[in-house]
C-alpha cells in the first residue's frame, strides 16, 4: 500500500515538474537565469523539473511569477464539463510533503478554486508567509490549524472558518497531533 502511495506522489511530482521544465523552456529561461530570480539554487530548481523533488508554496508562487504565468499552468486541467466532481475523481494537487490538495471545484477556469486539504502534523503551506491577488476562505473539518495573518496567529478547530484577503502575508499549519481537514476556497483561483 505505501508503494503505490509512494508512486503515485512520484508520478505527481514528475508531472508538475515536466510542466514546470516546459513553462521554463517557453519563456526562454535557463536554470541560471530562474536561480537569480528565485534565490534558490539550480540544483533545487533541476530537482523540481525532474520530480525529485517538491516546492514548497512560496517557491511555486515565485517560479509562477517569474515565468508569468498563472499557477494552474502547472497543473493539468480536467477536461470535465459536468459540474459534478465524484469523490474517486478530484483531482490531487501535492504542493508539498504532507500536504494533499484535492480539488473540488471540476476545473480552474472559472473565479473559485474550492480546495479539500489534507494536512498531517506539523505539515504547512511553508516557513514564510507568502501573498496573492484574491480572496480566502477556509473551514476546518477536522483537527486543529495555525492561520499565520501577517503578525497575527488565529487557531481553529473543528466547525472554526476563517475569511481575509490574500494580499495579507499568510501561512496555514496544521497544530494538531492528527491529521486537519479543511475546505479551502479562494477566489480567483491560486493554482
Known amino acids: 500500500m505505501k508503494m503505490r502511495k509512494y508512486n503515485q506522489v512520484s ?25 537569480s530570480e528565485i534565490r534558490v539554487t539550480g540544483s533545487l530548481i ?21 515565468l508569468k ?12 464539463e459536468s459540474p459534478v466532481v465524484r469523490q474517486k475523481e478530484r483531482k490531487v494537487i501535492n504542493i508539498k510533503d504532507g500536504m494533499r490538495f484535492y ?5 480552474l477556469r472559472g473565479k473559485l478554486e474550492v480546495l479539500y486539504i489534507l494536512l498531517e502534523p506539523g505539515a504547512m503551506t511553508g516557513e514564510e508567509l ?4 484574491g480572496e480566502e476562505c477556509g473551514l476546518v473539518i477536522k483537527g486543529k490549524i495555525k492561520v499565520t495573518l501577517g503578525d497575527h496567529e488565529y ?30 476556497a479562494n477566489t480567483p483561483p491560486s493554482f
Do not use: C
Not at 15 to 33: H, M, N, P, T, Y
Not at 69 to 80: D, L, M, Q, Y
Not at 103 to 107: I, Y
Open 130 to 133: 507568502y501573498t496573492h491577488a
Open 155 to 184: 487557531s481553529l478547530k473543528k466547525g472554526d472558518s476563517i475569511t481575509f484577503q490574500s494580499t495579507r502575508p499568510h501561512k496555514v499549519q496544521n497544530i494538531g497531533k492528527t491529521e486537519a481537514i479543511v475546505v479551502w
Open 103 to 107: 480539488l473540488l471545484s471540476p476545473n
Open 46 to 66: 533541476s530537482q523540481i523539473e525532474r520530480g525529485k523533488a517538491n516546492p514548497s508554496m512560496t517557491t511555486l508562487w515565485t517560479i509562477a511569477h517569474v
Open 69 to 80: 504565468v498563472p499557477i494552474g499552468e502547472f497543473f493539468e486541467p480536467s477536461h470535465s
Open 11 to 35: 508520478e505527481e511530482r514528475t508531472s508538475l515538474g515536466a510542466r514546470i521544465r516546459q513553462l521554463r523552456k517557453d519563456s526562454g529561461k535557463s536554470i541560471k537565469e530562474m536561480t
